[in-house]
């Protein structure tokens, strides 16, 4: 068996980790049943699955097999596992009989799936921490304390009334009053006021026509759960106003425990700088008393830098003896966080602390193992419990929450779903387009229809007439920028921060980094039709190993964390010139403040007129170019699809094959793990004591 492993990993049908942890566990006296099963587990790890399904062993096995022009049934005889050829019934008994695979072995069989035991330690743990619920005491009158924070904007509804658009007075309630699909008004009556309408003033009368009980604000919802459970997850797609929401419910625990310790961290330090900014940006539009609003946290840290990275070493110095000091955690960007370091968050949370997660359950899944946000939010359709769903609209006023389905998972009651975006508009080609995708039914047909109906929409196919229009879009993308860049000086460091902002309204993502459609090929394209257009200068250029690699207007992402500099994998800069002549790269750091920094002092980084859509995930662009591979590629899901389109706030221009991205769009990413199945069973306290940091 394990010469057989070997040869594998010498063709590349299996990795190096996992043929010697098969051979660990081989050279421990494990049968080769075992053996064999080790090696596909640790092979599915890599994949991003936290367990082995027990029927998906021999269709790894067989992949395996045609790959190396093997028999499958003649395989099995000769390695003496003829049962894998019978029934998963009897790979279950047998796997479940050795002496390798059990609660203190290196393998782990539950729910009828194989693991590397410590991970399926880890699923328990969260499962527990999410499902032990420390009690929440409800003081005072909830619902008067939230209505000041979410009332209905009449302005916004006025100015878009008055707009030369194509909604219908339908639509528009819909969209600004949190009208339901299904309410039951006067829709005449509601038509004559918008009608006779002369002012902002004259549509607050829509609150007779349109009560509360034919209305659900979602983010009210999601402030009144978050007060009313310890334990709460708040997911939403790009714009929903997610960070907005928690901002006014910060306010409100505050209020009514002003020694509140609040941590606020994200996955890594580009999604923590954008935390803080957006905090910053919801607390300048926060109408509350200032002396309230200055206990408001605005900074936020990467979830290692709270728990505390030793050096060399993948643990931490907060773990599950020695808890974290606070009341509250936020963490943002929640689908980005593998299962191992929520895992490890959550062991070091206090059992009495308030939790809330943040993120897009629908966007794409972390880079290592797990797909955490998901799985948690597999409840989040159900509704709520019948107590729940009463207690929410007694906080709320929205009684369709009581006439809603009613969940039979608890974890349902601590979850809620924001389905407005204000990044785009639900009826614009974009918002039509996103929705298509991630219910996967975005066909070449339809993807082309919305192009031709909607006026934020163009798709262009992979040809070398096409990369004309490429190359007029990155002239006009980025020519804004570079005809605005200047000498900075002491006085003038703000014009570092305005060229970064026009910088960012225009961006190109790609799922892949290698090829003529990819970063690598883009970025090099986008520098050539820059410099033939007169916007680059390369005879300026700071020489740097021989090569002109650094010229003024050069815009370069960070790739490697820097604690010291206070630089983080994603953030983005600009070459600029000083007043010194000297070349220097600004960045705004995530007190909204502007630092520059020598090229030779930067950590690891890349030039980034391109970008992946995995790395521009949590940001948005008024005009994003996606640019999907020529040929079908694993790499290219529903999910990264999606996550693309979304980035996009005014305008969205695709280059791809709609059959192909029509073909990928189909097939919803699955990562294999058992978190939904303990998340439906009862907490175990007695799972969480096997585990050690």
Known sequence: MLKQLKQWKELGLLRS??????KFINELGADTLTTLSAAFTSEYLGLGHICLPIDEIVQRLNEKCLSTELNLQSFCQRHNIECLLQNNQDTHALLSDSLYVGETAPLSLQFNALYLTRYAQFEQLIADKLLTQPEVILRGNIKAELDPLFTINYDYLWQAWCADNKQSVRQLCEKFLDLLPQASVDWSQIETVFKQASSSRDLQQLADLIPESERCDWQKVSAALALSTARCVISGGPGTGKTTTVTKLLALLLKAQPGLLIKMVAPTGKAAARLTESISHALVELDIDPDLKAKIPSEASTIHRLLGVKANSNHFRHNHSKKLHLDLLLVDE??????????????????????????DKDQLASVEAGAVLGDICYFIESGYSKEKAQQLADLT???SLVKQQHAVSSMADNLCLLRKSYRFDQYSG?????????SGKASSKQVLQLCHDFDDLNCFSHNEQNLTELDKLILAGYAPYLQSLTVITPENRDDAKKLLKIFNQFKILCATREGEWAVDGLNLRCETVLTKAGLINRQTSLQENGHNSWYVGRPIMITQNNYHLGLYNGDIGICLMDDENQLRVYFQMADGAIADFQTSRLPSFETVFAMTVHKSQGSEFAHTVLVLPENNLPVVTRELIYTGITRAKQRLTLFADLLLMANAVKHKTQRSSRLVERLQAAPDANDNKVLSN
């Open 17 to 22: 980790i996992d043929y010697h942890f098969a």
């Open 334 to 359: 929640a689908s980005m966080v593998d299962l191992p370091l929520m895992a490890k968050l959550l062991m070091a949370l206090p059992d009495n602390a308030r939790l809330i997660l943040l993120g």
């Open 430 to 438: 974009i918002g039509y387009l996103a929705k298509a995708v991630n």
């Open 397 to 399: 006023g929205f009684s």
